[in-house]
């Protein structure tokens, strides 16, 4: 998605869904956009007051509501003009090609909002945090969002402070270590960087821990549905999601590809993947292929339900004993005990049956419990990586100091660690991995 355009056009685009409704939102931002849209009025633009007025194109006149924001206080930084006319697409379109024909052009994804990044208006974390705010699906996620966009965890910041901190302090010795005493550094200056050091590990270590917990907020809790042929997978699919989700045969084998559903429990987010039938021997192809997605969506997963007709579990699947629940399906004599699983299940192992609906609901709950609950900042593998990167740098600055080695070499570890934070929120992102996240967004936003 790198840009051919200049940094200094001005953009436009539709900022609310196309198609039909009562008022939509024309964003358009860069310098002179005001003087640009005034051209179009009927009355003049006041800055931050929102009036009735006239948008003139060459083949129609549009009663709409707008306003104007001056450089910087504005949501790009810059000088930024939104119009509220009538939501049909003739009209919106009508105004668009106005504004593109005085000068303007479409925004590309995420424009406006990398626009605010590269004014210093939101940092990394924050403008992914807005695109999953607007993918939200469950209130659990738009709060989650929310949290981390008005910055309330404060983890990473106070270990972005506490890693300044200790930089400035080597920086400083390393500068006028002529002017210092003998064992001067060592005993006192390293000292208070080796402490900083210390909870700085621990913040990082924390917030590496919650990952998964934070991921799983925003991706969802992902359950691998594993077991022979025909022994009801794609009828638990179809229940767990209550949509006919998967194809449902007499016939062993029907399934042959994996095949995703989703359904919300308790305001979470689960992903259920229905799999191929694990055979032990088998001369077919696309079987052979459809057991190997199998065995890999079972390790991706975040739980894995191994189900049976019977009392056997033949699943030769490698996964920890803490992501295995044990399921014996077509038990339509059970009664259906809501979602007390724990009087479902007989050995460790709870009774259900997918076709008749009985135990779903303790199934639910079962994996809901599952769900690791804490969480932290970061929820994506590129936040992730940065916070390892760092932990990893902070570790090497701490070896270092306590083997009381070369100040140079402890500083190096220390730039490499602010390095890692400096992506972490966009100071230091090169240009490809800004794109994957502004690609997320629509054109308006």
């Known amino acids: 998605m790198h840009s051919i355009y200049s940094k200094n056009d001005i953009i436009t685009a539709l900022a609310t869904p196309y198609g039909r409704s009562a008022v939509a939102v024309i964003r ?17 633009l006041k800055e931050g007051k929102l009036e009735l007025n006239t948008f003139k194109t060459e083949k129609f006149e549009e009663k709409l509501m707008a306003v104007c924001f001056r450089a910087p206080k504005s949501y790009t930084g810059e000088d930024v003009v939104e119009l509220f006319p009538h939501g049909n697409m003739t009209i919106c379109n009508g105004i668009i090609e106005e504004i593109i024909k005085r000068g303007g052009r479409m925004a590309e994804r995420g424009e406006f909002t990398k626009r605010a990044f590269l004014n210093g208006k939101k940092d990394l974390m924050q403008c992914e945090a807005l695109a999953d705010i607007i993918d939200a699906q469950t209130t659990e996620q738009l709060v989650y969002g929310n949290k981390r966009y008005d910055g309330e965890f404060k983890g990473l910041a106070e270990a972005e402070i506490l890693l300044k901190t200790a930089l400035s302090t080597v920086e400083a010795v390393l500068h006028y270590e002529d002017e210092l005493e003998e064992n001067e550094a060592d005993e006192g200056l ?13 913040i990082l270590e924390s917030e590496a821990a919650k990952f998964t917990g934070g991921k799983i907020i925003n991706d969802g809790f992902k359950v691998a549905l594993i077991g022979r042929p025909n022994v009801g997978k794609s009828t638990l699919l179809n229940a767990l999601t209550e949509k006919e989700r998967a194809i449902v045969t007499p016939i062993a084998g029907t399934t042959r590809d994996t095949l995703d559903g989703e359904y919300i429990y308790k305001d979470r987010k689960f992903v259920i993947t229905d799999t191929a039938g694990l055979k032990k021997q088998t001369d077919d192809q696309v079987e052979t292929i459809g057991i190997e997605r199998a065995k890999e969506a079972a390790a991706s997963a975040d739980a894995v339900v191994f189900l049976t007709d019977s009392d056997k579990f033949e699943d030769g699947i490698n996964v920890g004993e803490a992501k295995k629940i044990y399921a014996v399906n077509k038990c339509d004599g059970e009664k259906d005990v809501g979602t007390e699983y724990e009087r479902a299940e007989k050995g460790g192992v709870i009774q259900i049956s997918a076709k008749s609906g009985i135990n779903i609901a303790a199934l639910k709950q079962k994996l809901y419990d599952a769900c690791p609950k804490d969480h932290g900042t970061i929820c994506n593998h590129r936040q992730y990586m940065c ?15 306590e083997k009381a080695g070369g ?12 390095s890692a934070i400096a992506q972490l929120y966009g100071e230091q992102a090169d240009e490809k991995i800004l794109d994957s996240v502004f690609e997320r967004f629509c054109v308006g936003k």
């Open 387 to 401: 916070v390892v990167d760092c932990l990893e740098s902070c570790r090497a600055a701490k070896l270092e100091s």
């Open 407 to 418: 100040l140079e070499i402890v500083a190096a570890a220390l730039y490499d660690a602010y």
């Open 190 to 202: 390293i000292n208070d960087v080796y402490l900083s050091l210390n909870k700085l590990i621990g």
């Open 28 to 44: 358009v931002s860069g310098k002179g956009c005001i003087e640009l849209v005034d051209g179009c009025l009927k009355k003049m």
